[in-house]
């Protein structure tokens, strides 16, 4: 046991340093491993594993609403990315771009896309002709490059895993509808898959999405009191069918523009994962996209039948659809708690000589430590029962934390000791205008996160100008 404590040290606490805390966590579980590419990621097995459940089941959902996948080129030619102008000058100094084909230079220069828009405008101009060819429901999921000047694991990556949706409506009435109905979809995901409860809300038109109408997003709280954007929809109206000029002849024999909508989310929600959830000993997994949701331990798995009995367990969990690994190595039961407490993986499940005789085996949960007996008539059951009930109690947790941290405020003053002494999310009133959410950034160190999509309705002052106004805002220290 001497061993298995030192393991567990190894992860620095986070009340020491937050950051030296979640990179431990990163390497520690087995989630990422750097590469001789600066700023670029391994997402090792285990971490892969966790997107592929999250890709899997947003996948699912994408398709019942009648969504396709495709696949666009990696390189867009400088003359289509330049189409559309506030778009390519809020990406610009993250572009990465190819100038040579082997030996030999090229004529045009190609991007390493940082996002598709402009792609699917091209290749939406080419197919659609009739309001009979929309709505156009593409979704892609693949890699993108931003040249970041720091990186951090699954939150700032130079190359990072995404979904990008870009869909076409012959309506603004459409389109506006499926802008709100992916941003619902995402919070959903967050809420009922990840347990991490979000605040729903539009980004002022400072922080959203370039070449954007409107842009939504679903905003999350850290164990650390900071923010982080989870997930976007954005509504572009028809700005960019018209820099790529795309028509469609509609039931009024007239042309017209289609209006267009973008969303995505990637793998930085595995770090919002791991800051909402994680403990000081390590990862603490959403049940219902662990990799291992049940882990069966053997104890003293050299006495006689032990193996069997683990090894019955396991085989009756996978059969009853869960996700189930049986840890039958060499290493002291011990070592095994801590590695797999480390991993983050749900359930643990024991059984040894003296559970035999009984009829019984032993489950501890990951979140609360709590250990249980449980017939083992009744495995399958109780398993179902406490997995639902750990994701609850992970939800409730973030939901406390969050709300333990959210802070109304009437002035500039309040706001700086509040970000000073506590951190956490501010809440307050906003005039609107651009100079009083610039003097909060530049006063108080905080970027707007969105105006809620539930408004209180009520009237207040703005902490930067004292203008009397009604509309709610958060701000907090972002990600």
Same mark, same amino acid.
């Given at each position: 046991m001497k061993n298995d404590k030192k393991m567990v040290e190894q992860i620095t606490s986070m009340d020491v340093d937050f950051a030296q805390w979640y990179t431990d966590i990163c390497k520690k579980?087995?989630?990422?491993?750097?590469?001789?590419?600066?700023?670029?990621?391994?997402?090792?097995?285990?971490?892969y594993a966790i997107w592929e459940?999250?890709?899997?089941?947003?996948? $699912?959902?994408?398709?019942?609403?009648?969504?396709?996948?495709?696949?666009?080129p990696m390189f867009i030619p400088e003359s289509l990315l330049n189409k559309e102008k506030d778009h390519v000058e809020g990406f610009a100094p993250e572009v990465a771009w190819v100038t040579h084909g082997g030996s030999e230079p090229l004529t045009e220069r190609l991007c390493v896309r940082p996002t598709s828009e402009t792609l699917f405008c091209e290749h939406y101009a080419n197919i659609i002709r009739s309001y009979r060819d929309l709505p156009k429901l593409y979704n892609q999921w693949c890699s993108v490059i931003r040249w970041e000047k720091t990186?951090?694991?699954f939150l700032r990556h130079r190359e990072f895993l995404w979904q990008e949706g870009h869909t076409m409506h012959a309506t603004e009435e459409e389109a506006r509808e499926e802008t709100m109905q992916m941003l619902e979809i995402y919070a959903k995901f967050f809420e009922d898959v990840l347990a991490m409860p979000v605040i729903r809300g539009r980004k002022t038109d400072k922080e959203k999405f370039n070449?954007?109408?409107?842009?939504? $997003?679903?905003e999350c709280m850290m164990h650390d009191g900071k923010a982080l954007q989870s997930g976007t929809s954005h509504y572009f109206g028809d700005g960019f069918a018209k820099a790529f000029d795309i028509t469609f002849a509609g039931k009024d024999n007239q042309l017209h523009n289609p209006h267009q909508t973008s969303w995505g989310c990637s793998t930085r929600m595995i770090g919002g994962i791991i800051m909402t959830h994680g403990d000081n000993n390590g990862l603490v997994l959403p049940p219902r996209i662990a990799p291992i949701q049940v882990v069966v331990i053997p104890i003293a798995q050299h006495k006689a039948g032990v193996l069997d009995a683990a090894g019955d367990l396991c085989d009756r969990l996978k059969a009853a659809g869960l996700r189930c690994k049986m840890d039958s190595s060499d290493q002291s039961p011990g070592w095994k708690f801590a590695q797999y407490e480390m991993k983050g993986v749900p359930l643990r499940v024991e059984i040894g000589p003296k559970d035999m005789e009984k009829g019984q085996c032993c489950i501890a949960r990951r979140d609360t430590g709590e250990k249980t007996f449980v017939p083992l008539a009744e495995l399958e059951s109780t398993v179902k029962e406490l997995l639902d009930a750990i994701h609850d109690n992970m939800y409730a947790m973030a939901l406390q934390n969050r709300q333990e941290n959210t802070f109304d405020i009437t002035s500039v003053a309040e706001a700086k000791e509040i970000i000073a002494t506590k951190g956490g999310f501010l809440k307050s009133k906003w005039c609107g205008s651009l100079e009083c959410e610039?003097?909060?950034?530049?006063?108080?160190?905080?970027?707007?996160r969105c105006m809620p999509l539930q408004q209180s309705r009520s009237i207040g002052k703005c902490p930067v100008c004292g203008k009397e106004c009604g509309t709610d805002i958060y701000w907090a220290v972002a990600y």
């Open positions: 579980a087995d989630l990422i491993d750097y590469s001789s590419v600066k700023g670029c990621m391994i997402i090792r097995p285990y971490g459940n999250i890709q899997k089941i947003l996948d $699912t959902r994408f398709k019942e609403l009648g969504h396709e996948n495709v696949y666009m990186s951090r694991p070449g954007a109408e409107e842009t939504y $997003t679903v610039l003097a909060m950034k530049e006063q108080v160190g905080v970027t707007s």
